[in-house]
C-alpha cells in the first residue's frame, strides 16, 4: 500500500462517504468534494449536535460548545463543566475505529462575564496493514485546544481558540523504502454568539444567533513537504429560537449553514489534457493551488468552482434541527443534514435523547443516512456531561 492510497483509504474511512455513490457521481463528471488535509476535525464529537442534524453555532450553551461556538461558553449557566464522548466510527464496516472527545470549560472568579475552555480529541483508525512487507500501524489524529470567550454586551460574546493537531499515518516500507511522516498543524478558531429575549404575544422567547470560523492555520504534509494539504478551515453560522409550550416544557428550532473555505483543487478534466497547452495550463494550475497561502485560499475558496455560483452554492452544507425539554431535566431531539451528492453526499437524519440530574447528564444520537450504501448509516454518539455547580451543590449538602 503506497501513501497514496493510504491518504485515500483514510480520507474515506474518516468521513464516512458512500464510495459507491460517489463513484456514480465520478462517471456523470460531476463529483468534486473539497479536499482538505485532517479530514476528522470536521466531525462532530457529541451527541446533542450530532442529534440535531450537525447544528450547533447558536443552540443554548452547553459544555460542548468548544467545537461549535466556543464563544457561547461565556453565557454557560453553569459555573464550569466537563464532557466526555465517544463514537464507534463506522461499525457497519470494521470494529476498531472511534472518536473520542474530551471537552469543558471554567468561568473565573466571581464574574460571570468570560470564560476558559478547552477539549481533547482523539480518533483512531485501528489498525491498517500497508507495504510490501504488510506492516501493521495504528494511524490516529489528535488535537487539544484552549479557548477564551468573554461578554462585550449583556447580548453579545466573542471567543478565540488556539490549536495544535497531529496526524500521525507514519510508516517506513523495508521493501520499497518509501515513506512518510506524521503531519502537525497550528490552528485558531474565532467566533461569535448574541441572543436575545423578544416576546410573542405573553411569552418570552429566545432568539440567537452565532458564527464561528474554525481552523485557520496552517498546511500538513505526509510526505516530507512534497504535497501540502489545506486544514479544513470551515465557516458556520447559525440561528435558534427557543419558546415555552407550557409550564416547564420548551421547544427550539435551530439553522446552521456550513462552508469549507477551502480552494478547489485543479480537476484535468477541466482542461484540455490532449494538448501541450492544456496539460501545462493545468500544471500550472496545480502548483499554484499547492504553494497558496492558508490566508489567500480562504478568500479564494469563495470564486475557484470550476461550476461558478452554482457550484460554489452546492459547497454550502445545510443543518436543521428541532429541541424538546422537559424542565430541563428531559430532552428530545431531531435533526437532518444535507450536503450536495457532487461535494460528498453525506446527507442523514439524526435522533437523539438526553436525562439530566442534578450534576450529570447522559445524552445519545442516533443517525440514519439516507443512502442505504452509507457507512455513515446507524451511527451512535455517546455523550456523558458533568456540572460544576451541581457537583458543588451535592457536596455542600453531604457537609451540612
Known sequence: MNLRYLFTLFLAISLGATIAYAENDIK?????????????????PDARGSSLGNLGAATD?????????????????????????????????????????????????????????????YFSLGEVTVGGDA?????????????????????????????????????TDATSGESNTAASAFSVDLSGYYVTYPMVGRNECQFSWGFDISNIGT?????????????????????????PLADYNTLSFGLDLNKLLVPTKPRPKDYEMETAEGQQEYQEALD??????????????????????GEELKEIGVSLGAEYAYNQQFFARLGYNYEHPSKGGRSYFAFGAGFSLNVVQLDASYMMATAQSSPLDQTLRFTLTFDMDGLRDLIGKRRR
Not at 456523470?28 to 462532530?44: C, K, M, Q
Not at 470494521?94 to 466571581?110: C, M, T
Open 28 to 44: 456523470d463528471n460531476e463529483f468534486n468534494p473539497v479536499n482538505t488535509g485532517v479530514t476528522t476535525l470536521s466531525i462532530a
Open 61 to 121: 450553551p452547553d459544555m460542548n460548545c468548544q467545537f461549535w461556538n466556543p464563544s457561547k461558553y461565556a453565557f454557560g449557566y453553569s459555573q464550569g463543566g466537563l464532557s466526555l464522548s465517544y463514537t464507534p466510527w463506522l461499525r457497519k464496516i470494521v470494529n476498531d475505529i472511534f472518536l473520542a472527545n474530551l471537552a469543558g470549560y471554567w468561568k473565573p472568579g466571581s464574574g460571570d462575564n468570560q470564560a476558559i475552555s478547552a477539549s481533547l480529541r
Open 135 to 171: 506492516m501493521t500501524i495504528n494511524p490516529y489524529e489528535f488535537a487539544f485546544d484552549l479557548g477564551y470567550s468573554r461578554k462585550l454586551s449583556e447580548k453579545f460574546s466573542m471567543g478565540v481558540v488556539l490549536r495544535y493537531i497531529l496526524s500521525d499515518l507514519s510508516y
Open 219 to 243: 498546511k500538513v504534509s505526509y510526505d516530507h513537504g512534497a504535497n501540502n494539504a489545506f486544514l479544513p478551515t470551515n465557516l458556520r453560522l447559525g440561528a435558534n429560537f427557543m419558546f
Open 288 to 309: 499554484k493551488w499547492q504553494n497558496m497561502s492558508p490566508i489567500t485560499g480562504i478568500f479564494k475558496s469563495f470564486s475557484d468552482a470550476p461550476g461558478g455560483v
